[in-house]
């Protein structure tokens, strides 16, 4: 049927399109503000000359709610203004979702260690084992003579198991782990990957 193509589409639309949230939210402001204008200059043609005027109304009531309290007392305008607000609630819901949603996604690459690296003249390990905190302090070491430097890391483990050993080694009550100065950067990626490492 029309309905299940119209639905598929939309789905590989939503799911293939980075940006398809976003050019639905201004799709729907669109529309309302188009849509509340023609009525406007179609109802209330004695308070709206032209289009434009009766879409900048149009675009108050998406974007402030307590805009429709100036509406004129006639039915059609207040009819127009109830509706267009009530879709403005909708995308200013939908706007609230997207921004939370985007940060959300950003926080949590930034916990899985997904994101770049910027540094150069940095020492890269790849892989993580037992016998990386002792590679770790050997590197330490060796950088203890230009005021310490910058290590990366690079690991199919997960970001947050290297630090928590790092963290761990750093606290040990015997032998802690110091790093003179050097920092160390943990990132989570396929070492063999070439998309990873660059």
């Known amino acids: 049927s029309w309905y299940d193509l119209i639905d598929y589409r939309l789905d590989y639309f939503f799911s293939t399109n980075e940006w398809a949230k976003v050019i639905l939210l201004f799709g729907l402001s669109y529309a309302l503000v188009v849509f509340g204008a023609g009525l406007l200059v179609i109802g209330d043609s004695d308070d709206y000359d032209t289009i434009s005027e009766a879409a900048w109304t149009s675009w108050t009531y998406v974007v402030d709610p307590g805009a429709q309290a100036d509406a004129p007392s006639e039915l059609i305008p207040r009819a127009v203004s109830l509706f267009v607000t009530l879709g403005g609630l909708l995308v200013f819901a ?22 770049r690296v910027f540094e150069s003249g940095h020492t890269l390990m790849l892989n993580w084992n037992d016998k990386s905190i002792a590679v770790i302090q050997q590197i330490a070491l060796a950088n203890e003579s230009e005021g310490g430097g910058v290590m990366v890391v690079l690991s199919d483990l997960e970001k947050e198991y290297m630090e928590d050993k790092l963290e761990n080694a750093i606290n040990a009550k015997e032998n802690p782990l110091d790093l003179m100065g050097t920092e160390v950067v943990c990132r989570q990626g396929n070492p063999i990957l070439e998309n990873d490492l660059k």
């Not at 979702?97 to 930034?110: A, N, R, T």
């Open 94 to 115: 939908l706007l609230i979702g997207i921004v939370g949603e985007s940060i959300g996604e950003k926080i949590e690459d930034l916990k899985t260690g997904k994101s």
